[in-house]
């Protein structure tokens, strides 16, 4: 909003319709420094809440399907004394998840930066949620991204994803 042309009444007639339009200098003039470190303190409260919700996880919206897989390889310890039947050592082995998903491309920033992990090869933290209501988080790498049709000015995509590192069940 404009502040209007400078009036020719003097100063102060200039600073009252300043202060009109803009409050915060009154509000200055009138703030108490013992109220500098409460404000502070408050200020750094609501930025730790508030700016970790906003860098939380984004939604890949328009998902239509999914498939999961959770890989392990075995590792083979059978002996003699295995009487001919296969022994495995538990907890060894490579473990892995795989996600693949397709959908509707609704042009969200998410999906940008998905488009962006794609290109650079980067991993990146997820969170997994499916319509069973499970959840999984870990770090996972984009290895395809495929973009496909355009009717009524809809595309197709498909996503797959591999774990690295441990996958947590939520």
């Known amino acids: 909003m404009p502040l ?7 100063p102060a007639a200039n600073a ?8 915060l200098f009154d509000w200055l003039s009138q703030y108490r420094v013992d109220w500098l470190r409460p404000d502070v303190l408050a200020g750094l409260t ?3 809440v508030v700016i970790p919700k906003a860098m939380a996880y984004a ?3 328009g998902l239509k399907t999914t498939q999961l897989s959770i890989n392990g390889d075995a590792v083979a310890i059978t002996n003699k004394g295995s009487g001919g039947w296969r022994e495995l ?3 060894a082995g490579v473990r892995s998840v795989s996600v693949a998903a397709s959908g509707i491309f609704t042009g969200s920033a998410a999906e940008a930066q998905v488009k962006g992990l ?8 997820y969170e ?4 069973s209501g499970d959840r999984m988080r870990g770090k996972f790498l984009v290895t395809r991204l495929e973009y496909a049709g355009d009717f009524n000015g809809e595309r197709n995509y498909t996503l797959a994803l591999e774990s690295s590192g441990e996958v947590v069940a939520l």
Not at 4 to 10: K, N, T
């Open 4 to 10: 209007g042309p400078i009036s020719r009444r003097g």
């Open 16 to 23: 009252a319709r300043v202060s009109f339009r803009l409050p």
């Open 46 to 48: 609501t930025a730790a």
């Open 59 to 61: 939604t890949v919206a």
């Open 89 to 91: 050592l538990s907890g």
């Open 118 to 125: 794609a290109l650079t090869g980067a991993l990146e933290a």
């Open 128 to 131: 997994l949620s499916f319509e």
